[in-house]
């Protein structure tokens, strides 16, 4: 088990270092990623990372986040809640469609249909869609897919955008002493475990986000404009590539590989609505379009935060948009199927006991 963990982040170290030396936007990230899937779709089978790499990676881009926030900031983030619910709606009904026609074209079934093609997470679209019946491995090879193209897509989208359309490049800030790293790593790792026992979406990002947030904003202990080491944030963009790259399973895909040319079309189509989206809202607000293309990307709230921080956009407020649409699809939305769902599954048995008594 050492063994292939060694290899396993050996080879998105390796894929990271080459993204780097050819100056590729979130290079370790990517390029971990682009070697994890590559390696198991040609079948190599000895690759395996434990789960709680995934989450230091996501508890080190939390407390890099955190360590941002002002004031000020949190009052900007604050008033764009209306923002937020006009851009979490316009994505679920853009995923509807796509799911209505995923739906009437491959035959699966509407509950399959409809958490394969709604961008919540991962792992609680996979639990909620089997909890009411859909296809669990149709939904994860849907939601692998949307992950692994937005993250590949958007950095490089938002790099390439006219130089007038871009956003200043953040001021980098001073990077702590080793004391300093400690203390803030200890707080985000206690943040990211109050976060999880308190069952808060993406708890290891947020948790450890809120509680260095708080921390930071009073106690002098990080001082101005602090930041973490390089090689932290770049380890952590390694794990959280490696980890994304190995949910994908070749078994799964070879076994449902009719679905895969849908999901794969699915992900570029709802990324393409969702670019759209975000450039309207970007003029009819004069938002700037660098957050708001990473605000609506339905990529995860880690990766596109982790997007936002790189280029200069607004990490916060990107974080703000994943994680509002995040709630409102674990929450609303989803009681709102759960409750279509058991009534159409009522209406049906009553139907079935009227035939049989007649």
Request: proline share 4%; with cysteine.
């Amino acid at each position: 088990m050492l063994l292939r963990m060694c290899m396993t982040l050996l080879l998105g170290a390796a894929g990271g270092l080459l993204f780097a030396a050819i100056h590729s936007p979130l290079p370790w990230l990517i390029g971990a990623l682009v070697a994890t899937v590559a390696c198991v779709f040609f079948g190599v089978k000895t690759l395996w990372l434990p789960r709680w790499f995934r989450q230091i990676g996501l508890i080190v881009i939390g407390i890099s986040l955190g360590l941002r926030m002002t004031p000020e900031i949190w009052g900007a983030m604050t008033g764009h809640i209306g923002l937020m619910l006009i851009a979490t709606i316009l994505t679920i009904f853009i995923s509807l469609g796509n799911a209505w026609v995923f739906h009437k074209v491959s035959k699966v079934d509407a509950i399959t249909a409809i958490f394969s093609n709604i961008p919540g997470g991962l792992s609680e679209m996979v639990t909620i869609g089997q909890t009411v019946g859909g296809n669990q491995q149709v939904i994860s090879i849907f939601h692998s897919l949307r992950a692994v193209i937005i993250v590949l897509c958007t950095p490089f989208i938002v790099t390439w955008l006219p130089h007038h359309m871009q956003a200043q490049a953040a001021v980098s800030g001073h990077v702590l002493g080793v004391t300093q790293t400690l203390i803030i790593l200890a707080v985000g790792a206690i943040g990211a475990w109050l976060a999880s026992r308190c069952s808060i979406p993406a708890p290891y990002l947020l948790g450890a986000l809120l509680l260095t947030a708080l921390v930071c904003m009073n106690t002098p202990i990080a001082g101005e404009n602090p930041a973490l080491a390089g090689f932290l944030t770049k380890t952590a963009q390694v794990f959280i590539g490696v980890s994304i790259g190995l949910g994908f399973k070749r078994e799964d895909i070879a076994k449902n590989r009719r679905y895969f040319l849908f999901g794969l079309v699915h992900s570029v189509l709802l990324f393409v609505m969702t670019l759209a989206l975000a450039v309207g809202i970007s003029l009819a607000t004069a938002t700037d379009v660098l957050t708001t293309i990473l605000a609506t990307a339905p990529g995860g709230i880690a990766e596109m935060s982790l997007t936002a921080l790189t280029i200069g956009a607004d990490p916060l407020l990107v974080t703000a948009f994943q994680l509002f649409r995040v709630l409102f699809v674990l929450t609303l939305f989803s009681f709102g199927v759960r409750t279509w769902v058991n009534r159409h599954r009522r209406a049906k048995a009553q139907g079935e006991a009227g035939q049989r008594s007649a």
